[in-house]
């Protein structure tokens, strides 16, 4: 049901730092009977948190959270028929949010307009059937309130001798006050949100508090996380406390650099009182905390660290004998939790916090599996369709695209569609129909899907390669220089028509499952075209791929660009690569998603575990052996000395590249889906390495799926399984022959030799 507003959006005469809050007072309509129903729709211009009567309407934090405001302004609807008095105060904060603050690393804020502005409508149903309405009107007032200056990237600054709560009180009145005039409002954007709201998730206190070489307090929460602090303490009035936040330490001190430009400081002045602090309109991405300006010892029970995350139900678990593995899929769990704040970005601590499209196409499978992030995606992918359309057909580096707003420098490629990053239309919806088995999604995304390939289309040479133009290729091979992430050892046109090649056979899938005949054929028959352009322009008489790379390899073999011969004899080539690597990766964020698939289903699986349990620098296990609880964005985002990668671009919470777990869950838990949504599901693990034992689980919509195995040494594997209502799973294992199970707990025995 569509929502009609009678509502008008509103804006303070004056901006109050850039956090104003806004009032009115109403009472209960008479002569209608009880209350049968009362609803809050609010959203805003900004940042909003919305009080009645003294009271939160809800425990979400940063709504409406960040769309692509141009086209989609997401509102949200609130039970509050339990907060009504016959007398009644409604009152809206507001920050700087996405809306108005700092937006990549240009140093520019306000990119969507320089107006603060609450939208609110309170629909109060009746026994009778009336319908009491009140909303924002040039009738509110607006004042200051504690917060003098907020920012997203460069933090919160509260005075706690601003602070009160009279606001929400009724007959409130106060001379700083001042009235509010009509804002400009795109009606038609409104649309209510289809992902979940942020929230806070957990909290944490500090394992340490210690003087640095240079005389600075620092803090370590023991975990690299995505949140504010909240602070309890009691000093002499105007006192001010500075705390820095950061992810890593360097030389003995914080971390900065990596921040560039954001100052990710949140400022606190004290009252004299006992004041707590909680700065609800910025976040940082930190481990450590330095603290100035304390007033006496500083204790542990006076911080705590607050988790901000989109609200995501966790669903796949993961864990094995190896606890190096153990924790690397701990780091990724919390790069999705920390990245997933709204928007799904690179990274949530320097001046981006972007929603970069290359990172979710590649992650989106491990991130369907560890969460149910299904919502979440088609929010973010409405946005995509949006920019999308507006672009004419071409998919944007980052959705929400803020970039079209900003001055770039020279090197900055102009926008076009480009591999991986722009697939993200195609890849993201597929991965979700895989994940959940809704058609929906593909449904709703068709379009999209279509308008993007049709585009690439267009840019084809005359060979039919995807050849031309601007490519990211597979950025960040940990061979490229670390101020050149570009310059990959794989051929950019390889890597480019490859993933063409997937997109139009996902294309022709989807197009069959909609019942689009005639988009299937020409999908169908532009797949052909790009697989013989593909081999005949890069494949070599001798088997080898232009480039010679363990990307190309590995993305010829995953996406299936080749005939079984050549399959065989890339496989090999990758395994030589690897070798001769010395089990060492090198691969950026095309080939890593791919590369253990690629040995493992060319008969090197020995080779996949050697690459994946790797421990030297560069590979996944290298950042756990340096103390990471994130996954990097770069494979020595710390060096081996315990200095910062000298590049500057250096994230240490950035989940792309733990895109891997995708490879854990399947081949050593042994879940993968045969149907979309598990309605059939392949239980095949595929024991390797010094991995005794493995566990893993999936709530699906049909039921928990889980798998347990384990083996003495060389002995027998000995496989249990768990199989929910309505699902059958199909069992392959070494030294079994392949079986159907139905639901229940089942187990088997393989005496194979698994190291054979």
């Known amino acids: 049901m569509s929502l009609t507003w009678s509502a008008a959006p509103i804006a303070p005469n004056e901006d109050f730092d850039g956090a104003p809050l806004l009032r009115t007072e109403f009472g209960l309509e008479d002569g209608h009977g009880p209350i049968t ?43 509050v028929t339990a907060l009504l008095e016959s007398t009644s105060v409604l009152g809206i904060a507001l920050g ?16 969507y307009g320089n107006e603060l502005a609450p939208l609110v409508q309170l629909e109060i149903e009746f026994s009778d059937g009336y319908v009491q309405t009140v909303v924002t009107d040039e009738n509110w007032t607006a004042g200051p309130s504690a917060v003098l200056f907020n920012d997203l990237y460069d933090g919160q600054t509260i005075d706690a001798r601003r602070y009160s709560d009279a606001w929400l009180e009724r007959g409130f009145s106060d001379k700083t006050w001042t009235g509010v005039h009509a804002a400009e409002l795109d009606f038609s954007t409104l649309t209510p949100y289809i992902g979940p709201p942020v929230r806070r998730q957990e909290e944490l206190r500090p394992i340490k508090i210690w003087t640095s070489p240079a005389g600075k307090t620092l803090v370590d929460f023991g975990q690299n996380l995505v949140g504010w ?14 705390l820095r936040h950061a992810e890593v330490l360097e030389r003995g001190e914080l971390g900065t650099r990596p921040l560039r430009s954001a100052k990710a400081t949140d400022r606190f002045i004290l009252s004299g009182s006992e004041d707590i602090f909680e700065p609800t309109f910025t976040f940082h991405g930190f481990r450590y905390v330095e603290v100035d300006g304390w007033p006496g010892a500083l204790s542990s029970d006076a911080l705590t660290a607050v988790v901000v995350s989109s609200e995501l139900q966790r669903v796949g678990k993961f864990e094995c004998s190896d606890e190096l593995l153990n924790q690397l899929h701990r780091n990724v769990v919390w790069g999705t939790r920390g990245n997933f704040l709204d928007v799904p970005t690179d990274c949530p601590q320097r001046d981006e916090r972007l929603g970069w499209t290359g990172d979710i196409a590649v992650f989106a499978p491990t991130a369907a599996y560890l969460f149910n992030v299904e919502d979440f995606l088609r929010d973010w992918l409405a946005d995509l369709t949006a920019e999308q359309r507006a672009a004419n057909g071409m998919v944007s580096f980052v959705v929400p695209d803020v ?34 088995g809704d058609l929906q999604v593909l449904s709703d995304q068709y379009d999209s899907m279509t308008a993007h390939v049709r585009r690439v289309e267009s840019l084809l040479s005359p060979t039919g390669l995807w050849d031309t133009g601007f490519q990211f290729g597979d950025w960040l091979d ?47 028959e532009l797949a052909e075209r790009t697989k013989a352009a593909f081999n005949d322009h890069y494949v070599n008489d001798d088997g080898t791929i232009i480039s010679d790379a363990e990307t190309v390899y590995a993305l010829a073999i995953v996406f299936g660009l080749l005939d079984e011969e050549a399959t065989q004899l890339s496989g090999k080539r990758l395994a030589e690569l690897v070798a001769e690597s010395g089990y060492h990766i090198q691969t950026g964020f095309a080939g890593t998603p791919y590369v253990l698939d690629g040995l493992t289903t060319t008969g090197h699986l020995d080779e996949a575990y050697r690459l994946l349990l790797q421990r030297e620098c560069p590979s996944w296990l290298y950042p756990v052996t340096m103390g990471a609880t994130t996954i990097w964005e770069r494979w020595d985002s710390m060096l081996p000395d315990g200095t910062i990668n000298p590049g500057q671009m250096t ?71 768990a199989v929910p209502d309505g699902v059958t799973a199909l069992v392959r294992l070494p030294g079994l022959q392949e079986q159907e199970l139905g639901s229940g707990q089942h187990h088997l025995s393989s005496a194979f030799d698994t190291t054979g």
Not at 39 to 59: I, K, R
Not at 103 to 108: E, F, T
Not at 232 to 240: I, L
Not at 504 to 520: F, K
């Open 37 to 79: 129903r009362a609803t809050l729709h609010t959203t805003a211009h900004g940042a909003f948190e919305a009080y009645l009567n003294g009271q939160p309407v809800s425990d979400d934090v940063l709504s409406p959270g960040w769309s692509s405001y141009e086209w989609r302004l997401r509102y949200r609807s609130y039970d």
């Open 96 to 111: 700087n949010g996405w809306f108005r603050g700092r937006l990549s690393w240009s140093g520019g804020s306000a990119y």
């Open 229 to 242: 602090l909240r602070v309890q303490v009691q000093g002499p009035a105007g006192t001010t406390v500075t």
């Open 403 to 436: 970039l079209k707003y900003v001055e770039k420098p020279s090197y900055f490629p102009p926008p076009e569609s480009t591999a991986i990053w722009s697939d993200a239309a195609v890849w993201v919806p597929w991965a979700l129909w895989q994940a959940y």
């Open 478 to 524: 940990p061979t490229a220089p670390p101020d050149d992430p570009i310059s990959s050892k794989a051929d950019n046109g390889v890597v480019a028509t490859a993933c063409l090649y997937r997109d139009v056979r996902i294309l022709t899938e989807t197009a069959d499952l909609l019942g689009r005949s005639g988009d299937a054929a020409h999908f169908a």
């Open 651 to 721: 994230s240490f919470n950035h989940y792309a590249l733990g895109a891997v777990a995708d490879w854990m869950h399947r081949s050593i838990g042994g879940i993968a889906p045969l149907e979309p949504g598990y309605a059939r599901v392949l239980i095949a693990p595929r024991p390797g390495g010094d991995i005794d034992w493995a566990r893993t689980s999936l709530e699906t919509r049909h039921g928990k799926i889980s798998v347990s195995w384990s083996r003495d040494g060389d002995g027998p594997v000995e496989l249990d399984v």
